[in-house]
Structure formats: structure tokens, C-alpha cells
């Protein structure tokens, strides 16, 4: 900007967008200085350079504020984690899927355990039950992101939020209902 523009000669455009015409650089910065603006290379690889009239302080100050706006607006997805032992009970993991289904709604993904303890290790087969009890209570709601797989005293998986599923659509009936 301003005295870096080395080019010899730039297509000017001034600060509305028109197109001023092609004149020297010396030129293009003596036009930005009576206009109380700055001289920005917007297009370097040109022939020649184009070169914009812009207040480039308060041009840095909107784009730093756009970019503010969009982090605001982003929703970074976390991965929660429920746990459960191969002999909960059927309301327990009724109550532990309404929770997942909120999870979901939110936007995160739901790792699902379940823990063993000592001869519980024996019987894997339980947590597997249970884990594909889970996934069926979560159908059209949930997809199951990565199947149950064992991991040390742990079997776990990974369920995602359904594509297609809008949880406010549910919430909308059941609320007039």
C-alpha cells in the first residue's frame, strides 16, 4: 500500500468501485493523498497492478469485525461421553438415551460406554447387548458413527446426529400435543 506499490504503472479504482483508468503510480498516490485515502494493491499479478483508493485502517477494522462475527456464529462440535455397566437397568437406559438424544440435538457426538468390572469381563456379550439397544432406541435420531469396539476394561461407540433429523421439529409437536 501507499509507497510499496512498486509498479511503474497501476490501473486505478477508486474508493465507489468506478474504474479511474491507467496512470502512474507517483499519479495513482498523489489522487489517494488529496483524497485523504490510501493506495491498496488489490491485484498484484494484473498488467498493470490494479490498485484501489480505500481507507485501509477502518477496511483492516470490517474485516476483523466479520471475522469476530463468523467465530461468534460457529459451533464447534464436542465429543461427550455417557457410561453405563452391563447390567443397568432398562429405565436407567432409557433415561441415558433421552439424555444422548439431547446431546445430539446440540450438536455434539456421544461416545457410549460400558464400563466392566472384574468377572463382568467375561460376559462382554452384555455390553454389546446393551450398546445395540442403545442404537436401536436411537434410530432416526442417531447414527452409529463407529461400531462397538473394546478398549481395555471399556466398550464403547460413537454416535452422531442423524442426517436429516431436525430436533426442533420434534419439539414443536410434542409441545402442541
Known amino acids: ?18 474504474m479511474i483508468g491507467v496512470m502512474s503510480s507517483a499519479q495513482a498516490l498523489a489522487i489517494a493523498r488529496e483524497r485523504g ?21 477502518r477496511y483492516k477494522y470490517e474485516q476483523a ?6 467465530r461468534k456464529h460457529q459451533k464447534t462440535s464436542e465429543l461427550r461421553e455417557i457410561r453405563m455397566k452391563p ?9 441415558k438415551t433421552r439424555k444422548i438424544q439431547e446431546f445430539l440435538a446440540d450438536g455434539d457426538k456421544v ?10 469381563l467375561a460376559h462382554t456379550e452384555l455390553g454389546r447387548h446393551l450398546l445395540d439397544q442403545v442404537a436401536s432406541q436411537l434410530k432416526g435420531t442417531g ?14 461407540m460413537i454416535v452422531a ?5 431436525d430436533p426442533s421439529a420434534k419439539e414443536a409437536s410434542s409441545s402442541t400435543s
Open 1 to 18: 500500500m501507499n509507497e510499496r506499490v512498486r509498479a511503474r504503472e497501476v490501473r486505478l479504482i477508486d474508493e465507489d468501485g468506478t
Open 37 to 57: 485515502l490510501d493506495l491498496v494493491e488489490v491485484s498484484p499479478n494484473a498488467t498493470p497492478p490494479v490498485c484501489k483508493l480505500m481507507d485501509y485502517g
Open 65 to 70: 469485525k466479520r471475522e469476530s462475527a463468523a
Open 87 to 95: 447390567h443397568t437397568d432398562e429405565h436407567d437406559v432409557q433415561v
Open 111 to 120: 461416545k457410549v460406554s460400558v464400563i466392566f468390572r472384574g468377572r463382568e
Open 143 to 156: 447414527t452409529v458413527e463407529r461400531p462397538p469396539m473394546m478398549e481395555g476394561r471399556m466398550m464403547s
Open 161 to 165: 446426529r442423524a442426517p436429516g433429523w
